[in-house]
């Protein structure tokens, strides 16, 4: 889970004077800033997660859930829910040893061995498995003891490490306190 408010952003305490001055309206002022500032940042961080796992950036919007700031409760949450990935998500290709699927910048091409996503005689013309879904399978003993394999990447783990935490930092330092003084300024003009 990552918290807007988690994020050190120096120069926000020379608000303090304005926000005294919205009075009753301070919190609309900073809850706009913080909502519009966590959807920017979210943006950041499911194309740098995306890149960074090597899944679709749709199946990480799905993956990554927002809790957004109200008046009484001015805190932004993102949160990502999820276990092991299964290979069908990912760009795979079937070889004669196994499958090669890429997980990502961060671990490339990795090779799974005998396993399989196609059925069929090797090398002849093989077809998905009607059945399978896309998942990839390896034996475990005989013709139909099947296993699915998976990933090894996890959406939660690796939204808090790497590049998307970076992005997520690096949004809410830049863009909070720049919002923050649009909305003071706005509010003030009325």
Avoid: C
């Avoid at 500032?37 to 890149?51: F, Y």
């Amino acid at each position: 889970m990552i918290r807007v408010g988690d994020v050190d952003v120096k120069g926000l305490t020379s608000f303090g004077n304005m926000l005294g001055a919205l009075g009753d309206d301070a919190p609309k002022a900073v809850n706009r800033a913080i909502n519009r500032t966590g959807d920017m940042a979210r943006t950041q961080v499911v194309k740098k997660l995306s890149a960074q796992v090597g899944l679709p950036q749709q199946l990480i919007r799905r993956s990554v859930q927002v809790k957004r700031s109200s008046w009484r409760d001015l805190n932004y949450e993102l949160r990502a829910a999820g276990g092991d990935v299964s290979l069908k998500y990912f760009k795979r290709r079937e070889t004669d040893d196994g499958v090669r699927a890429y997980l990502g910048q961060s671990r490339g091409w990795d090779w799974f061995a005998e396993s399989f996503f196609r059925g069929g005689r090797w090398p002849g013309p093989r077809k998905e498995i009607s059945w399978s879904h896309g998942h990839v399978f390896a034996r475990t003993g005989g013709r139909t003891e099947l296993e699915k394999i998976t990933s090894g990447v996890f959406i939660p783990v690796e939204m808090l490490s790497g590049a998307s935490a970076k992005a997520f930092s690096r949004t809410v330092e830049s863009t909070l306190p720049r919002r923050l003084d649009h909305e003071i300024s706005r509010l003030l003009a009325h």
